[in-house]
């Protein structure tokens, strides 16, 4: 089946520090990776998406890469903010049925 | 653009009772899902729509879960009877179609608590 695991947290950084989280993926066909972010008090929504291997997925500073060799999508950012802190959610997507990852905390302190 | 209304926003009941949870789409959104998150861990798929038919419920406790999306719009979603297991936040979620590549929008939830 399909599964989606990403670096155990939470990750707690200082404004303008370089953040990574970790996602790796195990899927059946070609599916499209993702990664969804939830701010205190908010629904789920987009942060980037990559539909296909090599793709580099963008947003609002964050980037992340679809590897299909490594089978990994990780999501990076050289300077968060401290409204950057919020629970980040891998997921991919095979035909249209998303799996998600267990989620990481972000908190960026002052 | 409207987003997805979800409702209530929050519910406490107690083991054995039934529960329904009602969802809105975005207009014109063909596929539609819904999630159960419980508390530190990611959202499971328990239901994907097409329009109006099934096409995932693989994961979805079929003892005690229903769930129906009538004229391919709006949707519910019941347990009967509920367990204490079965607190945890339901999401829905549309998206325009349910291809692998398109974006699902997902609503504020349903925090379901269950004593």
């Known amino acids: 089946g399909n599964s989606v695991t990403q670096m155990e947290g939470p990750v707690t950084l200082s404004e303008e520090a370089f953040l990574t989280i970790n996602c790796t993926y195990t899927?059946?066909?070609?599916?499209?990776l993702f990664w969804y972010v939830q701010y205190p008090g908010e629904g789920l929504q987009l942060l980037l998406k990559?539909?296909?291997?090599?793709d580099k997925g963008s947003n609002k500073g964050f980037e992340a890469t679809y590897r299909k060799e490594t089978t990994s999508f990780h999501l990076e950012k050289g300077s968060v903010q401290v409204s950057d802190s919020a629970v980040y959610f891998c997921?991919?997507?095979?035909?249209?049925?998303?799996?998600f990852g267990q989620g990481t905390i972000l908190t960026v302190h002052p | 653009e409207a987003g997805v209304a979800q409702s209530p926003r929050y519910k406490i009941i107690e083991k054995r009772q039934s529960v329904a949870f009602w969802c809105n789409p975005i207009?014109?959104?063909?596929?539609l899902y819904w999630y159960q998150q419980i508390l530190g861990q990611g959202p499971k798929l328990l239901i994907q729509f097409q329009n109006n038919g099934v096409v995932d419920d693989s994961q979805l406790p079929k003892d005690r879960f229903s769930a129906e999306r009538l004229k391919g719009v709006d949707s519910t979603l019941k347990i009967q009877p509920a367990k204490l297991e079965d607190s945890a936040v339901y999401l829905c979620?549309?998206?325009?179609?349910?291809?692998?590549?398109?974006?699902?929008?997902f609503g504020q939830g349903t925090r379901l608590t269950v004593v």
């Open positions: 899927a059946t066909g070609y599916p499209s």
């Open positions: 997921a991919l997507s095979v035909g249209g049925k998303l799996t």
């Open positions: 207009s014109g959104h063909a596929t």
């Open positions: 990559a539909t296909k291997a090599d």
């Open positions: 979620a549309s998206s325009l179609e349910g291809w692998t590549g398109a974006e699902a929008f």
